[in-house]
């Protein structure tokens, strides 16, 4: 959906760096959610974030993810000391409501590469 | 472990013929199903959930569910080679936690002109 809006698209990242990606949830939206995608596999959930607090991060890595969604600007996924195993596509959807009716529209995405 | 099975594929079928597309669920306690379709490196797009035990039709695409067999499936007549794409399937428990889709790896479909 072209109303939530990621970037970068692309991102390459040796290993040991940071990677931060942002997501500009659609116009009028509280709720964030980030979800990834490995090569292969089907997305996986990850954190679910309100303005200032988050609500559910029980599929984030224990280490080296955060997220955090603040009160002005965009929310923002932070990998640090980045891993081959990190490459992924990272997505993030909105929702105006606690995703109540789990109908999610995803943005295009942020192209994580591990080199 | 909640999971989401789907034939990994392939699927090729002709111009203009009925895809079928399965997916089965390992969580009784399911409440919400949807499908989404992804072209390569795009992002999923939502294109059908249903909800209640049975069938539901939106254009070319019909998404038939079955609890009792924890069985979904979507079915897309008159196939246009626009869709040829990795369909998802994804479930949720519903409720609170509605924002928490379990999804499948996708079935890659290629519809042949």
């Known amino acids: 959906n072209a109303g939530v809006m990621q970037n970068p698209r692309h991102l390459v990242r040796r290993r040991g760096q940071e990677a931060r990606l942002r997501c500009s949830p659609m116009?009028?939206?509280?709720?964030v959610y980030w979800y990834r995608q490995l090569p292969e596999e089907g997305l996986k959930f990850m954190v679910y974030l309100q303005k200032e607090n988050i609500i559910d991060e029980s599929g984030m890595p224990k280490e080296r993810f955060s997220a955090e969604f603040p009160k002005e600007g965009p929310s923002i996924l932070r990998i640090q000391q980045v891993v081959r195993g990190d490459s992924a596509a990272y997505f993030c959807?909105?929702?105006?409501?606690?995703?109540?009716?789990?109908?999610?529209?995803f943005g295009e995405g942020s192209r994580l590469t591990v080199l | 472990q909640k999971e989401v099975e789907q034939n990994s594929g392939p699927l090729s079928v002709p111009e203009g013929a009925i895809a079928s597309l399965n997916c089965t669920y390992s969580?009784?306690?399911?409440?919400?199903f949807f499908w989404y379709r992804q072209y390569s490196g795009k992002s999923p797009e939502l294109i059908m959930s249903i909800y209640s035990n049975g069938d539901k039709e939106d254009g070319r695409f019909t998404a038939q569910l079955n609890k009792a067999s924890q069985y979904v499936s979507l079915l897309i007549r008159d196939s246009q080679p626009s869709d040829s794409a990795t369909y998802l399937c994804a479930v949720t428990l519903g409720g609170g936690s509605n924002y928490k889709l379990t999804f499948g790896k996708g079935t890659l479909l290629t519809v042949n002109p």
């Open positions: 959807a909105s929702s105006a409501f606690t995703g109540d009716t789990g109908e999610l529209f």
């Open positions: 969580d009784r306690g399911s409440q919400s």
């Open positions: 116009k009028g939206h509280s709720h």
